[in-house]
């Protein structure tokens, strides 16, 4: 299901068809860097986690993270949405693109069109997002649509601190 368009992306909600996909973003060096490690490690894993994690999100909260890919040839580059987080009072805005997307505005224009969906359609005012403290290229992006930085969080089961921003 569509879930928004933007002039270069469709954001849609990710399926069981999207294993292998998934599979590959998961497992690419900027999401294990900057995200963490999902333990996905084939496409069985990558289905589970379809069902258990995102396909449960749009279930229980009505919204999730979407996939994200180019109207021009329907190719999957990424992931944009909003995630429900423990410790944190809002949703949280995320987004991850493959290597092949980066340095193309891919981000900045998927997470501004959630934020926008998020603040329209689904009457969400207020949203976070964090970040890893060296992940620098993804705070530009936060900041670029309206995002502030709200300093360090701890948040439950992660391993380090992260930079929390929030909009407005």
């Known amino acids: 299901m569509i879930v928004l368009e933007t002039e270069r992306l469709v954001l849609r909600e990710v399926e069981a068809a999207d294993a ?3 599979l590959d973003l998961l497992n690419s060096p900027g999401f294990l860097e900057n995200i963490g490690d999902r333990g996905v490690r084939d496409e069985d894993q990558s289905r589970a986690y379809i069902a258990d994690r995102i396909t449960a999100s749009y279930r229980d909260h009505g919204f999730g993270m979407w996939l994200a890919e180019r109207r021009s040839d329907g190719k999957p580059v990424g992931l944009a949405g909003l995630v429900r987080r423990e410790g944190l009072d809002y949703p949280d805005v995320g987004y991850a693109f493959m290597p092949l997307a980066w340095g193309q505005g891919y981000a900045q224009e998927a997470a501004a069109a959630v934020v ?3 603040r329209g359609a689904l009457g969400i ?7 890893t403290p060296e992940n620098f290229a993804s705070m530009a992006v936060l900041r670029k649509i309206g995002f502030t930085d709200r300093g360090m969080i701890s948040l439950p089961g992660a391993e380090r601190e992260s930079t929390y921003f929030t909009c407005p």
């Open 116 to 118: 926008a969906h998020a």
């Open 125 to 131: 005012p207020v949203l976070a997002a964090i970040t």
């Open 20 to 22: 292998a996909f998934l």
